[in-house]
């Protein structure tokens, strides 16, 4: 199946959404560590994994001081970066090594989001009642080491795209494509949780470039397909492009009482995007 229209906006969407709450909001830290040696099961043979105590890591250098791994340190050789068969997996938090790489002792530098953020189909109630998540606390508590890969881990934002209709707007099939986009948040204090909510209540009237699949920067491995990633120019070879535009948003959060009856003590609020594109059908 080629492409459509709700493959694009969910691409366009979620790659808007981590730029802008990294660039508006500083939502990272840089930090600088060891990597911990573990056995993956899932990983193909050929690559050692050695992991982090955070992910995600952030892949765009477009965010002013965010600091973008592109080597690490190896105690007895030089620096290893990708052209020595590194792969940096920035979704777990991660870099792999070619061959049985076992007992080294790797150090590096990296920037840690504030919020991993994912896409789900899960249902909010789900998300907040029935999942249960691993906090990857920014602050660090007790001895560190790596961060299991694959499991979703909070504080974490998850994005899904709830419905959209076609209203007829002008003669010849041009439609208004009104789509209603959700973010759950969970946060581990209110600062957190009323920061994110401000920084998008004032997304109201931002455009969004409208980026295909093909314009996903992360590969199977989770690392970057070009060596480096910046939004900001990805986003300006689409200016040609009919952009989405965020026509309206609203936030709300659940209240300390409804809270408390949660099996974790997670601070969870909404953001709702209405987000219009005019176009085509079809395309």
């Given at each position: ?6 493959h694009?906006l ?5 790659l808007?959404?981590?730029?802008f709450?990294?660039?508006?909001g500083?939502?990272f830290s840089?930090k ?8 993956d099961?899932?990983?193909?043979s050929r690559y050692?994994a050695?992991g982090?105590p955070y ?6 250098s477009?965010?002013a001081?965010a600091?973008?791994?592109?080597g690490?340190?190896?105690v ?5 970066g ?5 792969v ?5 938090g991660?870099?792999?090594?070619s ?6 002792t790797?150090t590096?530098?990296?920037a840690v989001?504030?919020?991993?953020v994912y ?8 998300l907040?009642v029935?999942n249960?998540?691993v ?6 508590s ?7 890969p694959?499991?979703?881990v909070?504080?974490a934002?998850f994005?899904?795209v709830?419905q959209a ?14 789509t209603q986009?959700k ?17 998008f ?11 295909p699949m ?10 970057l397909?070009?060596?480096s990633?910046?939004?900001?120019g990805l986003?300006s070879?689409?200016e ?10 609203r936030?709300?959060?659940?209240s300390?009482?409804?809270r ?6 997670l601070?969870v609020g ?6 219009d594109?005019?176009?085509l059908?079809?395309?």
């Open positions: 199946m080629k492409e459509q229209f709700q694009k969910t691409t366009s969407f979620f808007w959404f981590d730029n709450l990294l660039t508006k500083e939502a840089n600088t560590g060891q990597l911990y040696y573990y056995e099961p899932r990983l193909d050692s050695y982090s992910k995600q890591w952030v892949t765009d477009s965010i001081g600091v973008i791994p592109t690490v340190s190896v007895g050789s030089s620096t290893s990708r052209n020595d068969g590194v940096f997996d920035f979704e777990n991660r870099a792999l090594f061959g049985d790489n076992t007992s080294m790797v590096g530098e990296f989001k504030d919020f991993s896409l789900t189909n899960d249902t909010e109630d789900d907040i029935e249960k998540y906090v990857n606390s920014r602050i660090p007790g001895p560190e080491t790596y961060i299991q694959y499991d979703d909070v504080p934002i994005l899904s709830a209709e076609n209203d007829p707007f002008a003669l010849g099939g041009m439609q208004r494509t009104k986009a973010a759950v948040i969970l946060a581990e204090d209110t600062y957190q949780l009323d920061g994110v909510m401000s920084i209540m004032d997304s109201v009237d931002e455009v969004i470039a409208a980026i093909s314009g996903y920067p992360i590969d199977e491995l989770g690392d397909k070009e060596g990633f910046n939004y900001t986003a070879n689409y040609d492009v009919t952009k989405f535009c965020v026509e309206k948003v936030t709300s959060k659940l300390d009482r409804t408390n009856v949660l099996a974790n003590e601070y909404f953001i709702d995007f209405d987000i594109q005019y176009r059908r079809f395309q």
